[in-house]
């Protein structure tokens, strides 16, 4: 059994910045994905950016070019942890949030809320 919890959405204004946090508990492989996708109203979810775990040289990135340059994603290997820093945040960028692990199957947190205000 896998669990995702997701922590600090909330609501900021445009250029502003927030940052979230996903802890995976359970059954954890050493070898896995972890990232963000977003879901925004009327749309279909989305990559925002997820990140290998990766071996001695570290994990690779992959980000949607909608975020490019404003959002560094990171994670602790050791705690199960992945996070999402997103800087100059724009209105767009409103969505509920997704952590997601990738291992044996795709695992998904419950989801937090991201508000930017013009």
């Known amino acids: 059994q896998v669990r995702l919890v997701e922590s600090g959405g909330g609501l900021v204004q445009a250029g502003g910045s927030l940052r979230l946090s996903c802890a995976a508990s359970g059954s954890i492989f050493s070898i896995n994905t972890m990232g963000w996708y977003r879901q925004a109203p009327g749309k279909q979810r989305a990559l925002v950016a997820e990140?290998?775990?990766?071996?001695?040289?570290?994990?690779?990135?992959n980000y949607a070019d909608s975020v490019k340059g404003r959002f560094t994603i990171s994670r602790d290997n050791a705690k199960n942890t992945v996070d999402l820093q997103m800087n100059s945040l724009q209105p767009e960028d409103t969505a509920v949030y997704y952590c997601r692990l990738r291992q044996n199957a795709n695992y998904w947190g419950q989801g937090t809320q991201v508000t930017v205000s013009s």
């Open positions: 990140m290998s775990s990766g071996g001695s040289s570290g994990g690779s990135t």
